[in-house]
């Protein structure tokens, strides 16, 4: 199984709505994108220190990396990625590593 980590920070002025519409985009992803196993996503929730925070994380879990190539090439993430994600988001982080059991 492997997760991948997708961690975003909004350029300045992006709005309220636009980032209603980035998370209801990402939570749409499941439905359109076969290979997504589970998906999790959610704001960043302050422990006092937002100097270096990201706004909002998403988890996406796949069977194997083609799960993950096939996402990445779907036309719902292509539009999604070259549309309002490119309008609306400055920085992100992305990380894809293998889930293993310790037990």
């Not at 709505?17 to 997504?36: C, D, H, L, M, N």
């Not at 589970?38 to 194997?64: I, K, M, N, Q, R």
């Not at 719902?76 to 992305?94: D, E, K, N, T, Y």
């Amino acid at each position: 199984m492997i997760r991948r980590v997708v961690a975003v920070k909004f350029k300045e002025g992006t709005s309220p709505e636009q980032v209603q519409e980035y998370v209801e985009t990402v939570r749409k992803f499941p439905g359109q994108v076969s290979a997504i196993v589970h998906l999790t996503t959610g704001p960043h929730v302050s422990d006092g220190d937002d100097s270096v925070a990201f706004s909002h994380v998403s988890l996406f879990d796949f069977e194997d990396l083609e799960g993950v190539r096939a996402f990445l090439t779907h036309p719902a993430h292509l539009a999604a990625a070259h549309g309002l994600f490119r309008q609306i988001i400055g920085q992100r982080v992305v990380v894809n590593y293998e889930l293993h059991s310790d037990g």
